[in-house]
């Protein structure tokens, strides 16, 4: 159970709870949730307190992050097939985890740094999703960390690029 003004990530979007309420549609007691950067709460949300869905969870803890960052070196990229791109990265950004995001963002950057070593254009689906996806991974890390979104986001990448350093260390020895 949530407390009033506790800080909660409902699908992708952190959110504050700013209340319980009864739905006029279901009866169902429902969370109300502000998004977090929404100053003005005009924009609100209903939430089933019973979160059957389970898009409801809790924002993401300093050791979560710890370990995410030691996984990210090994969180694998999407096969990369033209065709279905769009398909792939749109059912990553349907779930609720975090590495999801991550093999998102890994997977734009070498589609991208690819593209660019053979003389092509950016691929604008690539740079959609890198843009979602960053900006939704890095907004949760910043809230989480007590960071600005900039001081988050190089944080994440200059902490993957030393986890990175010690896995191929590790493979090397």
Do not use: W
């Not at 319980?20 to 709460?41: A, I, Q, R, W």
């Not at 609100?44 to 969870?57: E, I, Y």
């Not at 960071?147 to 990175?164: L, R, T």
């Amino acid at each position: 159970m949530y407390k009033i003004n506790d800080v909660v990530v409902y699908r992708r979007d952190v959110c504050r709870v700013t209340g319980k309420k009864k739905s006029d549609f279901t009866g169902e007691m429902c969370y109300v949730l502000v998004p977090y950067h929404n100053t003005d709460n005009s924009v609100t949300m209903q939430v089933p307190v019973s979160n059957k869905a389970g898009h409801l969870r809790d924002l993401v803890t300093k050791e979560q992050i710890d370990e995410l960052i030691r996984n990210a070196p090994g969180i694998e990229t999407l096969e990369s097939k033209p065709a279905n791109m769009k398909s792939q990265y749109a059912t990553l950004m349907k779930g609720d985890s975090l590495e999801d995001l991550v093999c998102i963002i890994k997977t734009s950057y070498l589609r991208n740094d690819e593209r660019m070593k053979n003389h092509k254009k950016l691929a604008s689906i690539d740079s959609e999703y890198l843009q979602k996806a960053e900006n939704l991974l890095y907004t949760e890390l910043s809230i989480a960390l007590d960071m600005s979104y900039e001081e988050s986001k190089e944080y994440f990448e200059k902490e993957v690029d030393k986890a990175s350093k010690k896995t191929t260390k590790k493979k090397a020895s």
